[in-house]
Structures are given as structure tokens and as C-alpha cells.
């Protein structure tokens, strides 16, 4: 049920909750690992909300700021250059008033839509962090994430929180699909008050959001009752990440769901042009993951290992999986490459050390080749490393 927006930030919500963690869990090491790239970063909180919730719960203006300033104080890069820029439509004045101790904070009275091109002008070479998080879909624009990864920046990361069942509704109103199955719907966190109808105009729009119109043939299989709408939602949401996957190469999948066993409430989506920051996704996700299982199950213990869905991944599921995906690589490529890529084909089911140790027990087994470099010790033993760093190499292919 859609709810007035205003109600938003008087108490943070579980969802709200579980979104700032796996934004901080996230940001903390990817803050530290960026200033040694050794030029500047620009972060730009794109619907920045109030700062801070009534019930006196920091916000992600305030979550952000706090990472970033114990990070300047910890690291070891010189003169480490950060800026952060909080743009939101409604709160600017809240925003000021929250973010007081914080002065080097910008604030953008406006709309993301309106503004990010100008604040992304003077950043060539910049580090960009983009955090997406509006209250609907209506200002995400594929055309405008197509134009950032074609911007002159030394990296571009987005971490966009997609509603993708308000996505499906919309998109039923739209083409004129009525759905039975009002649970859908029924517990969507709704704070978007818009509501298409279904026009020409309404089509436009929402190809625009989607980057093209294959969302269309979905929802026509759900009219004809061929899928359910949480297959409809899987669907749009898998086509979405392919369509962003056109313009940045690692696009990680995170359904997100507030209490376990129930069907996700919406999206987080990681987008980067770089293997090592879809790495370093996969690997904090899954070091939080116990920490956001608290927040999902409200404390209750589970004694099986789950993936970002609540499915349980067992070893095997992973062993099966690693044989299936690197199984098509005849000629040698990068471990690393390979595994970012590995994630973003099944999402971020285990942590890439997971992965790692069935490489290497296929190793011994002699169905993968490992070719490392330098490939000797310094007591001239064979290296045995799995790891991309530090001028080391690792590049790995099928045996059979
Ligand atoms: C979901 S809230 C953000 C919550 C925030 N990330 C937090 O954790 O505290 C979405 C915010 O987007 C703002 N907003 C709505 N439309 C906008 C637009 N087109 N551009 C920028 N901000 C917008 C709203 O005022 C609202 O504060």
C-alpha cells in the first residue's frame, strides 16, 4: 500500500536498517582501498533523505561521513582527498541542520536527475561513488547510468536500491494487466505516490527506467498467467541487471528480504567497471551476511548457510557450480576476471575464498590448470598463491 512520504524518516525501519548495513559494510573497505589509487574520490548520496531518523538513528548521509572520517584518520595515503555531496528534492534544510558537525559536507537542494551531470563535470580522473536511493523508480533513468560509465573518470561504482516490484506494478498498469494476487503487492514498501496509467506516455517511461522495452514481454506472460508475479519480478530484475551489465561489467543481483522465508522486498544492485570492486562486494556481503540475518530473522539462529536469497548453498551447490562456469574456459584467463564474473552470473552465493578452495581442489585433481606467476618461491618451490596482488598473477583453465 503506497504510504505518505512524510512518514519516512520518523522511525528507521528493519529494511531501512538492513540497506545501511550493506551500504557500510560495503563502503568501509571500499573508501580504504580507493585512496590508494591515489586520486581523489567523490561521493554523491543521490536521494540523501534528512540525515538522520526521528527516533535518532543516523541515516546513510551520516553513515557515509562517519566511514569516511575514520578512514582519513587511519589511512596511509597522503594528502587524501574525499568529497561528499548529499543531494534530496524535500530536505535540504534538514540535511544542513543534521550534517552540522560535518561542514565540508555539500548539500544540493534538488533533484538527482537535475544535478548529478553538473556535480560530475569537474571529476575527471575522480574516484565516483554513487549511492542510489530513492523512495520509487520514477527518476532512474537507464540513459543517465549509461552516460556515467561513459564519463573520464578513473573508476565508477553505483550501489542503486531498486524497487523492482514497484517496478512490476507500475508496468501492469501500464499495459492494462490487472493481477489477482494482491499479496504481491500487499507489504511493498511503497513511499513513491506515483502511479502510472496505462498510456503511451506511461510505456515511455518506463522503457526509459528499464534501458529498452523487454520488460513488455514479462508482463504479458503474466497477463496470460504464464508466470506468477514473483517470477515476474525475478525476471525484470535479472533482464535489468543485463541491461547495465551493457554499459559496466560487473553487475551483482542482491534481492533483499526482510524476514527470512519471505519473498524480497526489493533490489540492491552493485554496478562497477572493475573486477576488484565486485570482489571486494561479494566478500563483504558475505562477512555482513551474519549480521543481516540478525536484523532478518530478528535474532533467531539458523544452522544451514545461506546465500543473499535465504537459500541454503551447500558445498556441493558451490563445487557444482564452479565445475559448470569454469569448465568453459579452454584458454587460459584471470582468476580474478573469472570469479568477478562468476558472481555476477550466480550472485553472491559464497565468498570468493569459497570458490578459491574448490579451484584448488580441482587443482589437485587435475581438471583445472593453474598457471602462476612468478610461478617459483624464492627457495624455488612451486607458489601455490591464489591471489591477484602485489604483481602476482593467476590465470587458470579446464583441463578436459
Ligand atoms: C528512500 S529516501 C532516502 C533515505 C536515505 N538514503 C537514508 O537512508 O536516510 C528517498 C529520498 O529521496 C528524496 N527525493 C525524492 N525525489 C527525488 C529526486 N528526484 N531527486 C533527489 N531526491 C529525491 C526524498 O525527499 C527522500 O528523502
Not at 70 to 76: I, Q, S
Request: with cysteine; aromatic share 12%; hydrophobic share 35%.
Amino acid at each position: 500500500m503506497a504510504k505518505k512520504n512524510n512518514d519516512f524518516f520518523v522511525k528507521k525501519k528493519e529494511w531501512s536498517m538492513v540497506k545501511d548495513e550493506l551500504l557500510g559494510c560495503y563502503f568501509k573497505p571500499y573508501v580504504s582501498k580507493i585512496l590508494h589509487t591515489y586520486r581523489p574520490l567523490v561521493y554523491v548520496d543521490c536521494f540523501a533523505g534528512k540525515g538522520k531518523f526521528e527516533d535518532g538513528n543516523n541515516g546513510s548521509p551520516l553513515i557515509a561521513l562517519k566511514i569516511i572520517s575514520e578512514c582519513l584518520e587511519t589511512t596511509t595515503v597522503k594528502n587524501p582527498r574525499i568529497e561528499t555531496i548529499f543531494i534530496d528534492l524535500n530536505y535540504a534544510e534538514d540535511l544542513k541542520k543534521n550534517l552540522s558537525s560535518f561542514p565540508e559536507a555539500n548539500i544540493i537542494s534538488g533533484k538527482y536527475e537535475d544535478n548529478i551531470k553538473t556535480v560530475l563535470k569537474d571529476k575527471k580522473n575522480w574516484n565516483v561513488f554513487l549511492y542510489i536511493d530513492p523512495y520509487g523508480i520514477k527518476a532512474l533513468q537507464c540513459s543517465l547510468f549509461d552516460s556515467f560509465s561513459k564519463g573520464s573518470f578513473n573508476s565508477i561504482e553505483m550501489l542503486i536500491n531498486l524497487n523492482s516490484f514497484g517496478f512490476i506494478r507500475e508496468a501492469c498498469h501500464a499495459l492494462g494487466a490487472s493481477f489477482d494476487d494482491k499479496s504481491l503487492f500487499a507489504d511493498l514498501i511503497e513511499y513513491d505516490s506515483t502511479k502510472l496509467d496505462a498510456s503511451e506516455k506511461s510505456i515511455n517511461e518506463l522503457n526509459e527506467i528499464a534501458g529498452g522495452d523487454y520488460w513488455q514481454e514479462i508482463i504479458e506472460l503474466y497477463k496470460d498467467g504464464e508466470i506468477d508475479g514473483y517470477e515476474a519480478e525475478s525476471q525484470f530484475a535479472k533482464k535489468y541487471c543485463e541491461r547495465l551489465n551493457q554499459s559496466y561489467s560487473y553487475v551483482l543481483n542482491m534481492p533483499l528480504r526482510i524476514k527470512k522465508g519471505q519473498r524480497p522486498k526489493y533490489r540492491l544492485i552493485h554496478t562497477t567497471n572493475h573486477r576488484d570492486g565486485c570482489l571486494l562486494m561479494v566478500d563483504n556481503i558475505c562477512n555482513r551476511w551474519e549480521a543481516l540475518q540478525e536484523i532478518q530473522t530478528g535474532g533467531q539462529i539458523s544452522f544451514f548457510e545461506e546465500d543473499c536469497n535465504n537459500e541454503i548453498v551447500n558445498k556441493e551447490e558451490i563445487k557444482c557450480k564452479t565445475q559448470e562456469f569454469f569448465s568453459q574456459f579452454s584458454d587460459y584467463v584471470s582468476l580474478y576476471d573469472s570469479l568477478a564474473m562468476f558472481f555476477v552470473n550466480y550472485g553472491p552465493i559464497c565468498s570468493t575464498g569459497d570458490v578459491k578452495k574448490v579451484i584448488k581442489e580441482f587443482e589437485s585433481k587435475k581438471m583445472i590448470m593453474i598457471h602462476r606467476n612468478p610461478s617459483l618461491t624464492s627457495k624455488g618451490k612451486p607458489t601455490t598463491f591464489m591471489s591477484e596482488e602485489k604483481g602476482q598473477t593467476v590465470l587458470v583453465r579446464w583441463a578436459e
